[in-house]
């Protein structure tokens, strides 16, 4: 069935340094490719998207890169900061245009 | 504040017992996304309506149904209520039919089954 398969499931580093988050997907028809934030308490907010036709995004400190053939993808901060300490989710449209899959999430926790 | 209204934000209540969670989504927004996040789990793709017809299900139990009116909020009935159902229930909006644009969560239902 759909899967999505996040790693790792906890990530501490320096403030400053960079931290990566991978994903993996089962589904060949997965087309577009969100992450999401999730800070404490509080409700998920996208923080940037690929879709397939595209093999990197960049935003600012954040940047997302697609492999299409090995089926995975990757979150990319750079300088972190304290305010990037949440957990991400990964997700990936499914092979139902309607459904959305999550990975199951990545606290990232930033060490001053 | 992305625009999406949930509420109850706090539910308490005894095992098999029936709740109702309500969701307003984003003006504009026409499908409206249920999911189940237990603790320090991940998000659980529950249901998805698009105006006001069912256009994806995930792993929704038979206890749990969805439907979205004509004024597009929707709400989540749960039934026969489990200790293992206590979690946080969000909803989520967005403007298209298919799963390809960004989704607008609530702040969500924190559900406590005792």
């Known amino acids: 069935g759909e899967n999505v398969e996040q790693h790792p499931s906890t990530l501490s580093v320096q403030e400053g340094d960079s931290a990566v988050i991978k994903c993996t997907y089962s589904?060949?028809?997965?087309?577009?490719f969100p992450w999401y934030k999730q800070e404490l308490g509080k409700r998920p907010q996208l923080i940037i998207d690929?879709?397939?036709?595209?093999g990197e995004k960049k935003d600012q400190r954040i940047a997302v890169t697609l492999n299409k053939t090995a089926k995975h993808f990757s979150l990319h901060i750079t300088e972190t900061q304290p305010e990037d300490s949440a957990v991400y989710f990964c997700?990936?449209?499914?092979?139902?245009?309607?459904?959305?899959?999550f990975g199951s999430g990545t606290r990232l926790s930033i060490r001053p | 504040d992305s625009g999406v209204t949930q509420t109850p934000k706090h539910l308490i209540t005894a095992t098999g017992q029936r709740v109702t969670l309500r969701c307003s989504p984003r003006?504009?927004?026409?499908?409206v996304y249920w999911y189940q996040q237990s603790l320090d789990q991940g998000l659980q793709f529950l249901i998805q309506?698009?105006?006001?017809?069912?256009?994806a299900k995930g792993n929704i139990l038979e206890r749990f149904s969805a439907q979205q009116f004509p004024d597009l909020h929707s709400e989540l009935n749960l039934s026969s209520l489990e200790l293992g159902d206590s979690a946080l229930y969000f909803c989520a909006s967005s403007v298209g039919e298919r799963a390809a644009y960004e989704q607008y969560f609530g702040p969500g239902t924190r559900l406590t089954v005792t």
């Open positions: 690929i879709r397939s036709n595209v």
């Open positions: 997700a990936a449209r499914g092979s139902s245009a309607s459904k959305i899959i």
């Open positions: 003006s504009g927004d026409l499908s």
């Open positions: 309506y698009y105006n006001g017809e069912e256009r």
């Open positions: 589904d060949s028809a997965s087309n577009y």
